[in-house]
């Protein structure tokens, strides 16, 4: 049930306002609050990864962009209102619902998951835990206190459609087995977490909680048995920063470690996905190019020279002809 850990590696916009027209007024200008009609592309957008938001990060990372001048220099929490009322205002009715809903339930995800009663629950019952991996010091199996046919359930009617379209050339399609777990990040559990490839064919990561700071992700390719420690090249270099009430779904070859966890608590739960049919038929294979990035440039390599030697040998041959 363990990991296997790897080798270190400027358009403006002009105010729209109120004009008085008593003469013992001065007139008074209120700032536009209106969406500019083109993006600012010198702007850098703050970051939402850490907020709990109706709408994806991106869209409001996107939607900066078109702030009006006044309000760039605004703090985020007021951006945020202004960009979200927008959002919520064109939204369909359906859309909006479905979105608070959304919403309201990573809220009792992340509220009802109390891992202090399942210690203290460990703790009275004298039971032992089995630790999730051999590169894992705190946590749970979950499998091991009856989450089994649940944890199965999510596979069969969650994770596998999901894998069928996206990891269809890793056993997407025909995940059969779980391993289930949860760990703790923080001063007094663990504090990171090497760079590895885990036991499964596609790997959920949710992250339950709680406050933290730091404990990214990063993403250095997808690799075989073979390439596993074999250098990343630059468009291979991915990061991403955990965010309660959210998760990822990744290959389980994709080789990946995890940053400290510099303050806080932090939660999450796994869920290796794995798929007997492809262990087996890996067995007999000696090319992967249809996901490791290392053999995919080892295929290339070999048309590369196949294509210089035809183009030689037909060179030769004409100039035989010619002689």
């Known amino acids: 049930m363990s990991g296997d850990r790897l080798e270190s590696p400027p358009v403006t916009g002009e105010g729209n306002g109120v004009v008085s027209h008593d003469k013992k007024t001065a007139s008074v200008m209120v700032p536009s609050q209106r969406l500019r009609l083109h993006p600012n592309k010198d702007h850098m957008p703050e970051s939402y990864e850490d907020l709990q938001l109706d709408f994806s990060p991106s869209v409001f990372r996107s939607l900066e962009k078109y702030l009006p001048p006044n309000m760039l220099s605004d703090s985020r929490e007021d951006k945020v209102k202004f960009m979200r009322d927008i959002l919520l205002k064109y939204l369909p009715h359906g859309e909006r619902t479905r979105a608070q809903k959304h919403r309201e339930y990573r809220q009792k995800i992340i509220s009802h998951y109390k891992v202090e009663n399942f210690e203290a629950w460990v703790n009275d019952t004298k039971f032992r835990i089995m630790r999730p991996n051999t590169m894992n010091k705190y946590g749970a199996v979950l499998d091991d206190f009856g989450l089994e046919t649940m944890l199965d359930k999510l596979m069969n009617g969650f994770i596998r459609p999901i894998s069928k379209v996206f990891f269809r050339e890793v056993g997407g399609a025909n995940l059969d087995s779980h391993h289930g777990f949860v760990v703790e990040y923080g001063k007094d559990w663990d504090v990171d977490l090497g760079f590895h490839v885990d ?119 004409d100039g035989e002809s010619v002689a």
């Open 199 to 317: 036991d499964s064919e596609v790997t959920l990561n949710v992250c339950l909680g709680k406050q933290f700071s730091g404990g990214e992700l990063f993403f250095r390719g997808t690799r075989c048995d073979k390439h596993v420690n074999t250098g990343s090249k630059p468009e291979e270099i991915f990061d991403y920063s955990h965010v309660p009430g959210r998760a990822v779904l990744h290959l389980g070859r994709h080789r990946h470690g995890v940053r400290a966890t510099t303050s806080g608590h932090r939660i999450n739960l796994l869920l290796w996905c794995r798929s007997s049919v492809f262990r087996e038929i890996r067995k007999y294979q000696k090319d992967f190019s249809s996901w490791c990035g290392e053999c995919v440039q080892e295929k290339k390599g070999r048309q590369r020279a196949f294509i210089a030697a035809t183009k030689s040998e037909l060179l030769r041959q």
